[in-house]
């Protein structure tokens, strides 16, 4: 049931967690949100030379890319600001300072557009971002969400509240270990899309790395990546030691193949377990070729429905904030306080903040 005066709404999203200005624009219908147009402007290139996010740089980045990313939004979707009817914003989790910059522009735009403002959860945005592409999702559904700063299975009842967390990482989320991986190996940052590119070329089985967390009395939907982290140093090292040339292509399909075997496998032994028959893998990892193939090919033999947004649509972008509001509105949510501040530590069971 769709919320009395929702329908039609159209809601401009801003994300500004880490180190991409996003900025979307949806509708609300009777089921997902439609997409109407988006923006995006990112500091990555202004971090690779550091190896990772420096979050002063993205602050500022933020700031100096905000409004014109607003216009550019706007203009993609063909809408103008006096058919905007509310803003949502990521409150976290995510970067202080790079909150602090989207928060406080999506309250000025708010204000001044005399609009009610949703504040909204970055990790749920990487869910919702999914139903922009391929509608509703049914209840419940699993979630394996896969960035660079977490790594969580969640167990999704209803995008406009209900997110409960079945396991996390302990250590490294996946992306994290992509980039600290790709730094080791003279990759640059960020380090996913060129180990993704690279390990194409390589031999899976060339080295056998640790898969964390999988014997019989480790917990079942928690993961971690820290020690093939190590692992993948030590072997650099030791390759090295011997006098030889480090094959990284092979190097970086056999890391791929170790994290992309653990994430499959919990994810589809939890919908089994739990009985749940769709699965979502979303945020900036689900970009991986070869996770999506994995996960298809196991979730197919498992009888199990796989749902992955298009890669534009994984990493950080601010439809997916703007598809998170939209459910927010269309089932009646509050608007959020006009003290509404970032929490670079809001847990995922809090959708939005009111
Ligand atoms: O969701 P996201 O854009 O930002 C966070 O919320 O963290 O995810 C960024 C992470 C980075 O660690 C990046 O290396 C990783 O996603 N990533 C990938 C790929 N594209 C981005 N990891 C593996 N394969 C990819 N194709
Ligand atoms: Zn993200």
Not at 99 to 113: D, F, N, P, S, T
Not at 273 to 287: K, N, Q
Request: net charge negative.
């Amino acid at each position: 049931m769709t919320a009395p005066g929702a329908l039609g709404t159209v809601l401009l999203g801003i994300e500004s967690s880490c180190d991409e200005t996003g900025v979307g624009l949806v509708r609300v219908t009777g089921g997902a949100p439609e997409l109407l147009g988006q923006a995006l402007a990112s500091s990555q290139d202004e971090h690779a030379r550091f190896g990772g996010v420096v979050p002063e740089i993205a602050s500022r980045a933020h700031l100096e890319a905000m409004t014109a990313t607003v216009h550019a939004a706007l203009a993609d979707a063909r809408v103008t600001p006096g058919d905007v009817g509310a803003v949502a914003v990521t409150c976290g989790p995510g970067l202080a300072g790079a909150l602090l910059v989207g928060v406080a522009a999506a309250k000025a735009y708010a204000a001044a557009w005399d609009v009610p403002l949703f504040g909204v959860n970055h990790l749920a945005g990487h869910v919702a971002a999914d139903t922009l592409e391929h509608g509703a999702l049914p209840t419940p559904t699993l979630a394996l969400l896969v960035s660079g700063g977490h790594t969580q299975l969640l167990r999704v009842g209803d995008l406009a509240g209900t997110i409960s967390e079945l396991g996390s990482t302990v250590d490294d989320a996946a992306g994290e270990a992509y980039d600290k991986v790709a730094r080791l190996l003279g990759l640059g940052y960020p380090g996913g899309p060129v180990i993704d590119r690279l390990a194409a070329e390589g031999d899976p089985a060339a080295v056998h790395f640790p898969r964390g967390l999988t014997g019989p009395r480790d917990s079942r939907y928690d993961f971690s990546f820290s020690g093939l982290k190590t692992a993948v140093a030590r072997h650099v090292e030791a390759t090295r030691r011997a006098g030889l040339v480090v094959q990284v292509p092979d190097v970086c399909a056999s890391f791929q193949e170790a994290v992309v075997d653990v994430l499959a496998a919990k994810t589809v032994d939890a919908a089994t377990e739990l009985g749940i028959g769709t699965v979502v893998i979303a945020g900036g990892v689900a970009a991986n070729r070869r996770l999506r193939e994995l996960a298809q090919q196991r979730c197919a033999a498992a009888g199990l429905q796989l749902r992955v947004p298009r890669p534009g649509l994984c990493t950080d972008n601010g439809a997916m904030i703007a598809a998170v509001g939209a459910h927010v509105l269309a089932a009646g949510g509050a608007p959020s306080p006009a003290l509404l501040t970032g929490d670079p530590g809001l847990p995922v069971s809090v959708v939005h903040v009111c």
